[in-house]
């Protein structure tokens, strides 16, 4: 199993960015992909959460109603929409995944590690 992050980058307060995780594989009936974010000296936090059991999705409460995370099966890949960015989601994101047929949010209910991709936002 292989997760390959991308689509960090420097962006204004207000700006979006779309990260993509793209996976391979996987041969599971049922799978989740989460999106983490770390940022210089604070603990991993879980920012998102896909099932791919019954499309359902989590999103922590920093993030709501400004992030999306959205599957696209034929591409193996999972994207996670950031809209409205801030300062404070400065951060080195990664993807996640498990199988499982539900979304958790802490990092050690995950099983596979995609590489770190850096998201700047500039005030």
């Known amino acids: 199993v292989q997760l390959q992050a991308s689509g960090g980058g420097l962006v204004q307060a207000g700006g979006s960015l779309r990260l993509s995780c793209a996976a391979s594989g996987f041969t599971f009936d049922f799978y989740a992909i989460g999106w983490f974010r770390q940022a210089p000296g604070k603990e991993r936090e879980g920012v998102s959460c896909?099932?791919?059991?019954?499309?359902?999705?989590y999103y922590a409460d920093s993030v709501k109603g400004r992030f999306t995370i959205s599957s696209d099966n034929a591409k193996n890949t999972v994207y996670l929409q950031m809209n409205r960015l801030k300062p404070e989601d400065t951060a080195v994101y990664y993807c996640?995944?498990?199988?499982?047929?539900?979304?958790?949010?802490?990092?050690?209910?995950?099983?596979?590690w995609g590489q770190g991709t850096q998201v700047t936002v500039s005030s």
């Open positions: 896909f099932s791919s059991s019954d499309g359902s999705t």
């Open positions: 996640a995944g498990v199988e499982s047929t539900w979304c958790g949010s802490d990092s050690y209910e995950y099983d596979y």
